[in-house]
């Protein structure tokens, strides 16, 4: 069922730049400044609706893993039909052992691609709206939803690959790389994905893709239903 996204916005931004080891990165806590202004101004996300969490915030939005659980938490919690939710991470992505993605929280614990599924899609109501972005390694179908369009002209033929779950939750999953490949930081501080994302906020779901596409050459999108118009305007 897809969401008219006119109920409850609400939104979890998440920046790690590990900072202070081996693996640091510079731009994903500039990254989250970058999402808040597009979901303020743009996107008419409330303040008060919207959490930051950061290698720099309160001890309470530390992007730790337990702290990241009560986010996602939160960020579900009362869900209705017709809401969107916004899910942003920026930082780093791995494969396990088994070859499934996770996310990499600031105190070097792992989030899998199987608890982001059942915490984050799984707890939501039908025609509920979420709004996902990973800006991570092998971030290509972090959701495993059914529809993966891995290239512009996938879209524009409707042509996805279909190999992921089923869910009655729309969702729009924007990833900054294929499940078994990675990305690169942006340069003095910008990140390459944010950026693209915020450049158009009228754009097409088309338009958004190749814009993403520029910026990230491995970008991916899955949904969990087919685009059947490309060129239909993308909301949030």
């Not at 900072?19 to 994903?28: G, V």
């Not at 001890?59 to 893993?65: F, S, V, Y």
């Not at 930082?91 to 499934?100: A, E, S």
């Not at 490949?181 to 958004?208: H, I, V």
Request: proline residues 3%; contains cysteine; glycine residues 6%.
């Amino acid at each position: 069922m897809r969401s008219k996204c006119n109920g409850t916005k609400r939104a979890m931004i998440i920046g790690v730049d590990y900072e202070n080891s081996a693996h640091e990165l510079q731009s994903a806590i500039t990254d989250t400044h970058t999402l808040r202004i597009e979901l303020d101004l743009i996107r008419r996300f409330p303040q008060r609706n919207t959490r930051i969490y950061t290698d720099v915030e309160d001890d309470n939005r530390i992007p730790t893993k337990s702290n990241l659980m009560r986010g996602i938490k939160w960020l579900v919690s009362g869900a209705k039909a017709n809401d969107s939710l916004f899910f942003y991470f920026s930082g780093h992505g791995g494969l396990d052992r088994d070859d499934d993605s996770f996310i990499l929280t600031s105190d070097d614990k792992t989030i899998t691609c199987e608890e982001l599924r059942d915490k984050l899609v799984d707890e939501l109501p039908s025609g509920c709206r979420l709004n996902a972005v990973f800006d991570c390694c092998h971030a290509g179908n972090m959701l495993n939803l059914k529809y993966h369009y891995t290239g512009v002209s996938d879209l524009k033929d409707d042509v996805p690959d279909i190999d992921g779950e089923s869910t009655q939750v729309d969702v729009i999953c924007w990833s900054a790389s294929p499940w078994n490949k990675g990305t690169r930081d942006g340069p003095m501080g910008k990140g390459y994905m944010s950026n693209a994302f915020t450049d158009d906020s009228e754009a097409s779901y088309l338009k958004m893709f190749r814009i993403l596409r520029r910026a990230v050459p491995g970008a991916q999108l899955t949904t969990s239903h087919r685009i059947s118009d490309a060129d239909k305007k993308f909301v949030m």
